[in-house]
């Protein structure tokens, strides 16, 4: 299918004009676009397809997608399957030796390959990595504050095999998306003596962004985007406007750590990050085809 055939064909889902499709093509044409794809839009399987004829049309147009996957749900379906315990603290799972192989065997294995195998589906041309081929991921262990409810004192929790990135070597993801095809990683990285680490996705896709300098960061969550104090979508806001709804607690819960990744990631260089509804179908050719885009853009 060439490009002027692709172009009419994300003007007709967008209900978009045609030279309005053709100016964004030339605006992202060869630049990174690092895409965190978790929550209902994975498990969704219309949602999943969609998905993957999006991030494989963003690849025939020149746009380079590479795509970070999470699995908290599936993981948990396996560990439960195995009859491992599992247990959270701070939304964290506690993981020990036994969990970190259950954890990057279903997130490097079934989850990854099934995302690859979707987007060959749809056409597109992907590969399946872990943050531990190349080196791409160096991590750490990741020590987290919490509060005992006992003693209501702050103390440091050792919740196993968890990480956070120290280093990203984004050479083999410039070697594939150079290729023409679309690296799809799963969230597990190295450790300096080579344990193995489970990494928050999102966190994942903010370090690989900012080693990239990409263009755009798109985090797919299972809400509109940011909202106002009256629950309003708010469309776009500075660093400093996300910053001062934090501390005014207009942000809260869950949505914290996603808007500091993406605050991290603008300061490290990407052009923007933008946390977009993933249960509105082909909510990512929306975000890059259209002036509205989808969700809540931070820049």
């Not at 991030?55 to 948990?76: N, W």
């Not at 300096?192 to 263009?215: P, Q, R, V, W």
């Not at 909202?227 to 934090?246: G, H, N, Y």
């Amino acid at each position: 299918m060439d490009k002027n055939t692709i172009i009419k064909q994300v003007s007709n889902i967008l209900n978009t004009d045609k030279k309005d499709i053709e100016n964004y093509v030339e605006i992202f044409e060869g630049k990174i676009i690092v895409i965190k794809y978790g929550g209902h839009a994975m498990g969704d399987k219309k949602l999943a397809h969609t998905f993957a004829e999006d991030v494989t049309i963003l690849q025939k147009l020149g746009i380079k997608p590479v795509v970070i996957h999470g699995g908290g749900p599936q993981i948990g379906a396996m560990l439960e399957k195995l009859n491992i315990e599992s247990s959270f603290i701070n939304g964290l799972r506690i993981t020990n030796e036994e969990t970190v192989e259950i954890v990057e065997m279903v997130l490097s294995g079934s989850i990854n390959k099934d995302i690859v195998n979707k987007i060959h589906s749809a056409g597109g041309l992907a590969i399946g990595l872990s943050g531990k081929d190349a080196k791409l991921i160096l991590a750490n262990k990741l020590k987290d504050k919490f509060k005992d409810p006992e003693s209501n004192i702050e103390k440091f929790l050792d919740i196993g095999f968890v990480g956070k990135p120290e280093k990203v070597d984004s050479t083999i993801i410039n070697i594939v998306t150079n290729k023409l095809m679309i690296p799809v990683i799963a969230p597990v990285g190295y450790g300096i003596n080579g344990e193995t680490y489970n990494i928050n996705a999102d966190t994942a896709a903010g370090a690989i962004a900012s080693s990239l300098k990409a263009e755009r960061i798109l985090l797919l969550t299972d809400v509109e985007g940011v909202l106002d104090s009256e629950k309003k979508l708010i469309p776009s806001i500075s660093v400093t406007q996300a910053e001062s709804m934090i501390n005014n607690k207009i942000i809260t819960g869950g949505m914290i750590p996603k808007i500091e990744t993406c605050l991290a990631t603008v300061e490290a260089g990407v052009k923007a990050a933008v946390i977009i509804d993933g249960r509105s179908s082909h909510a990512i050719l929306r975000e890059i085809f259209t002036t509205s885009g989808s969700g809540t853009m931070i820049e």
